[in-house]
């Protein structure tokens, strides 16, 4: 167990190394830490009290090196409590980061911790003890009874603070509008779930019991002798449970997504865009072709004397020219004034100005569902335009068949994020196709009207702006595209939740 505490340890502080700057991605390490604390504290215990069997022979000369520091059972037990209330603390530290300036609720949850500390104190359970035998008469009972109390509230209170952070993450869920939150707050539940069951399991009920609280008497000795007990498997459900946890971070990756970038990565991400877009050449290649195509049907229509198909082709290939001519303009005027620099810009302009951009035929009715306060963000100002320009058009072209062609562009400001959200009630997107929309040169249009890179690009700025998007559909029904950022609010900490 000494080894395995040993690797929870080495593995959560590696986890914590690479991922600074989320403030709440901290307490899934601290719970672990707590747990690996706890681990080398109970077999530190175990082993001056009971038979403890070692597992490995590297966990036994670890226990012979941790035998070098001269400390008795009660100092252990002392520690032992301090892990524990470290591991309850875990819960107050996450609800804080969760909900920040709820001061008077952290500070009455931290409270009992206290007292439960000076409780189980070695020298308050002794002093207990001599009044427990020495107090006769009708008061013994009392105090016997209350003892029973106090000892199953050790248990309850640990219980309660296992609890507390899915009450929380309950009401975080209720209220936030913006799905990566609901995300989020899916995942540390799961997170959570998994550590509070291997401490109930093995530190309550399980391989560590005989120590817990209630069951030792005033000199901190286990009532009851439990002879020897396998430690292999709380050894490998541990591990397995901390490669678990770790893969299902890293796999959702919910919050590195909102990091602060930092300048080096900022010039960076902005040439990874510029380069991303270089694809469009490869779609001007299949505009040549297909205006190839429209002019040799002309000729072929020319010799049979059919005036009404050389019409026909001839208007089909200016209208892809036309058609790719202004999105070759866009692009070029893309580059000829990016800098790759990102600045502090007001995400409300850069819809304004995006809306600007495109023709909204009449008939269509873009209706704005937000307010012109200032939401700052750290960006690269053309290519964000570029990105609600394309999204922007799409909804527009979407809705060019509906009878009552609706636009809607709203922002939810929530703390440290912001989620824009462009809806219309267009032609919807059929749910095979909702994973291939953002695949380079897709598009469910002709190629006269798209190139298929529209939305490749947009998922390509969001990513480069560690931001995150969501797209609903209902074919023929609605569309509705989310795209959530972190606000710049000048700190250099990590997202707030």
Known sequence: MFFTAILIIVFMGLYVAFNRGNKIIYTIPMYFF???A????????????EVYSFTTSIDYNLY???????????????????????????????????????????????????????WNAPSVSRNIFIVENTIGGKYAPVIKNLIKVCNSVNT???????LCPFYSLYIYFRRTRIPTKKKISAMFAFCI???????????????????WMGNVDASKIPKAYTGHTNYTNSSWIILIMMVIVLLF?????????????????????AKLIS??????????????????????????SGKYDNKEKVLYHADKGLNIVESYMDMLNRTLELFKNSSGAYTVANIVECINEAYEKI???????????????????????????????????????AVAETENPQIEVSIVDENDLCMIVISDNGCGIKRKNLKKIFMPFYSSKSRAKSGGIGLSYVQKVIKQHHGDIIVKSEYKKYTVFKIVLQKYSGRKKGVSL
Do not use: W
Not at 38 to 49: D, F, G, N, P, R
Not at 194 to 206: E, R
Not at 275 to 300: C, R
Not at 379 to 386: I, R, S, W
């Open 64 to 118: 012979l090196m941790m035998q070098r520091i001269r400390i008795n059972v009660t100092d252990v037990a002392l520690v032992y409590n301090f892990c524990i209330a470290a591991f309850m603390f875990c819960s107050v530290i996450f609800i804080h980061f969760l909900t920040p300036g709820k001061y008077r609720s952290e500070l009455l949850l931290v409270i009992p911790i206290i007292c439960f500390l000076i």
């Open 156 to 162: 309850h209170m640990l219980l309660f603070y296992m």
């Open 34 to 36: 707590c747990i690996a």
């Open 249 to 269: 971070i890293v796999y959702y990756n919910p919050l590195y997504s909102f990091n602060r970038v930092k300048k080096r990565e900022m010039l960076h991400n």
């Open 359 to 397: 023709n909204v035929p009449s008939g269509v009715n873009i209706v704005k569902s937000f307010s012109e306060t200032r939401i700052n963000v750290l960006c690269n100002k053309l290519h964000m335009v570029e990105m609600f320009v394309n999204l922007l058009k799409n909804a527009v072209e």
């Open 275 to 300: 380069e991303n877009t270089f694809m469009t050449l490869h779609m001007y290649k299949n505009a040549f072709f297909a205006v190839g195509q429209q002019l040799e049907l002309v000729k072929l």
């Open 193 to 211: 779930a998994l550590t509070d069951i291997f401490v109930y399991i093995n530190f309550i009920k399980g391989a560590f019991s005989s120590i």
């Open 38 to 49: 706890m681990i080398i504290t109970a077999v530190l215990y175990m082993s001056k009290v």
